[in-house]
T-cell receptor
């Protein structure tokens, strides 16, 4: 699986959009980009994933660059409960992110 | 109903003991996993089972032995526990094929003293 690089930490004001970047410059054609988060003392939680196109669900939006070498997770209106470690993972389509080792992630702190 | 449940949530034991952690999923998934999260919060896959068959076995000491009696259960047995085994262990499940997400349990915090 391709490696990913994320900033170690970010802050965001409550109610503002949180934009979390991820670099995956060695991604190959069949690999998906997955995002998970882990709130303190809980198990990781799936957020969103995509291959080439931008994706949106009830939790977040995922913007993938045209060359697929980087992506951005957007939490449109961050709340205090969004404070967590966010993991960007790249994985083959036929294995899904359950087989991948998570990287260091980005610790997002949402402040009042 | 909890989708992926692990027991126990906390486990404190002495070095050299043998212990088991149980995992059950009620999502009807084909594939189950065990992850280890160490003190640096690095989450690493250990094992993956699909329909009771081992499909991933990362570099894990053979003191760790997964057991899958059926596709809804994947238990982790650890022999001769060492201090370095102290970590949080997460069970997860998913469908194998396609671009689907994994669902994680709440974790078992193992402390070896």
């Amino acid at each position: 699986d391709a490696k990913t690089t994320q900033p170690p930490s970010m802050d965001c004001a409550e109610g503002r959009a949180a934009n979390l970047p991820c670099n995956h410059s060695t991604i190959s054609g069949n690999e998906y980009v997955y995002w998970y988060r882990q709130i303190h003392s809980q198990g990781p939680q799936y957020i969103i994933h995509g291959l080439k196109n931008n994706e949106t669900n009830e939790m977040a939006s995922l913007i993938i660059t045209e060359d697929r070498k980087s992506s951005t997770l957007i939490l449109p209106h961050a709340t205090l409960r969004d404070t967590a470690v966010y993991y960007c993972i790249v994985s083959w389509a036929n294995t899904n992110a359950g087989k991948s080792t998570f990287g260091d992630g980005t610790t997002l702190t949402v402040k009042p | 109903d909890t989708a992926v449940s692990q027991t126990p949530k906390y486990l404190v034991t002495q070095m050299g003991n043998d212990k088991s952690i149980k995992c059950e999923q009620n999502l009807g998934h084909d594939t189950m996993y065990w992850y280890k999260q160490d003190s640096k919060k690095f989450l690493k896959i250990m094992f993956s089972y699909n329909n009771k068959e081992l499909i991933i076995n990362e570099t894990v000491p053979n003191r760790f032995s997964p057991k899958s009696p059926d596709k809804a259960h994947l238990n982790l047995h650890i022999n001769s526990l060492e201090l370095g085994d102290s970590a949080v262990y997460f069970c997860a499940s998913s469908q194998l094929a396609g671009d689907t997400e994994a669902f994680f349990g709440q974790g078992t915090r193992l402390t070896v003293v």
